[in-house]
């Protein structure tokens, strides 16, 4: 009862939100569907399941899920290496299965390993993604399918070249028209005004349904040079019965089951679907304005679910998308109803109006990812990035060209890679040593951070933080720090700020330098504590009597 009054509470930020993610999912749909040899309709029946189970099931608040880019070229070897979709569909049970066994062995806990540099890079890496592969789609030119991500495209081209010829060689008057019209509305629909105009309508509403008017003013007109042809358009499968729609469905085969072909590619599917899930979520929880924390095992479990009924009926492997996830937190989903509401709205728009939906421009939608791709790579992020220092900066902007120029899991693997170096490099004479002890209500809690404090703390700290008892007194002290990574950092005055408050825990920072923003007061606490209260006089004291504290001993 309490969920269901937090989502009507918060249903005029997450109608217009969920509007936005399903005019953002359709094409990707189908593009993706198209990319991977597999039937059209199949990357519907992912987006449908990813929006209404893996929502219902996830405990995020702004992820969703659907059939990823990142997975087409593997569905399309696989697709042609067991010799049929059917078994395909067989790999895909199979692998919802593997994950659902990863959640419960708790597996999810690799994300917390992910530096925030390399998230941010890969979010920016896919801003820059999206732009070079919408300009084409804007133009007209729909050559290379909606929601690739690779810098090689199946025929041997790439990013560039595709951005060169649309650009050089094929520019549709309409369809550029649509565009440029669309990308108007949607700037103008940020504007207070227009907003409060709109009310809960979201620009990108607007544009599409603009884009559409204007093709049949095109056709109205006769001007047949200007007209956006059945090729640039959506184009959703078509069913003329209640029959004849269920007839769109693919059951797996299951007779393949002693096929070990089979098990090898559920295995990769697994792996490379709660990777770039886990992914995702960490990104996502970290663009989250109210940030609040994903649980990666939760997550895990949904998405295997998530699979299973899919391959069961048909659909893509799934995981949860960058690409989606970013257009519902900027379009300022506030709850998962966002997520769940644009699954409805694919399953009753392919049931009920498709015909509708089949006169979209693509150029259109394109202006909308256009936008969503611009707010993931804006100028400013790579001056905040260069301000943070080299740490932060070279393995993010190592992760965004190694994305551009390969792909998503690539690129984020290579930035990794950078970061470990980088970190290694600064920890090459000093070493981190963290001592956990069993805390209860009430009792005095020291942590003593040493000298070099890198990324490869973030997860025992985050942990120790998280399970750190209601009522309790904390000091964490970096008097003796020279170095504090960023993540952990952003770690500590998430704790502070936000989750020791609603566990009632009182917190003093000490020895924090100036330049990590954090400051360094007595007190940063869940209540406004008088002068002369016990506790504020207890932890003034702390630091000259580390004695009496758990947690670090002096010198540590």
Known sequence: MNTLRKYAANLKYDLPASIVVFLVALPLCLGIALASG?????????????????????????????????????????ITQLGSYEVFLLAVVLAGALQLALGLLRAGGIADFIPSSVIRGMLTGIGIIIILKQIPHAVGYDREAEGSLSFFDPSGQTTFSNLWIALKQYIHPGATLVALVAIAILIAAERPAVKRFLGVIPGALVAVIAGILINSAFAAAGAESWIIQRGHLVDIPVANSLTEFFSIF??????????????????????????????????????????????????LRAQGIGNILSGLIGGLPMTSVIVRSSANVNAGARTKASTILHGVFLLVSVITIPQVLNLIPLSALAAVLLMVGYKLAKPSIFKQMWHNGKYQWWPFII????????????????GL???????????????????????????????????????????????????????????????????IDFDVLEIIRDF???????????????????????????????????????VRTLFTSLANQPSAVKGFPPGM
Not at 269 to 296: G, H, Q
Not at 426 to 453: C, T
Request: proline share 5%; glycine share 6%; hydrophobic share 45%.
């Open 496 to 534: 502070a700020a936000v989750k020791a408050p609603s566990k009632g825990i009182n917190v003093a920072l000490r020895g924090f330098h100036d330049r990590y923003d954090i400051g360094d007061a007595d007190f940063v606490h869940c209540e406004t504590l008088a002068p002369d209260d016990p």
């Open 250 to 299: 693919t059951l797996p085969d299951f007779s393949a089951w002693n096929n070990p072909k089979v098990y090898t590619v559920a295995l990769t599917l697994c792996a490379v679907a709660s990777i770039e899930t886990l992914l995702c979520i960490e990104a996502m929880d970290r663009e989250d304005p109210f940030k609040r924390t994903t649980n990666p095992n939760v997550e």
């Open 417 to 483: 890679a950078v970061s470990a170096f980088s970190i290694l490099y600064g920890n090459l004479k000093n070493a981190y040593y963290f001592h956990e002890e069993e805390y209860h209500e009430g009792d005095l809690i020291r942590i003593r951070l040493s000298q070099e404090v890198s990324f490869l703390n973030k997860a025992s700290i985050k942990r120790t933080l998280d399970h750190l008892p209601t009522g309790s007194n904390v000091l964490i002290d970096a008097s003796d720090t020279a170095y």
């Open 38 to 78: 597999a039937p059209l309709f199949s990357g519907m029946i992912a987006g449908i399941i990813g929006g209404i189970v893996i929502g219902s099931l996830s405990n995020s608040h702004t992820s969703v899920s659907g059939p990823a880019a990142g997975l087409t070229a593997i569905v399309l070897a696989a």
């Open 399 to 414: 992760t965004v060209v190694a994305i551009v120029l390969t792909d998503l899991l690539t690129g984020v693997l290579i």
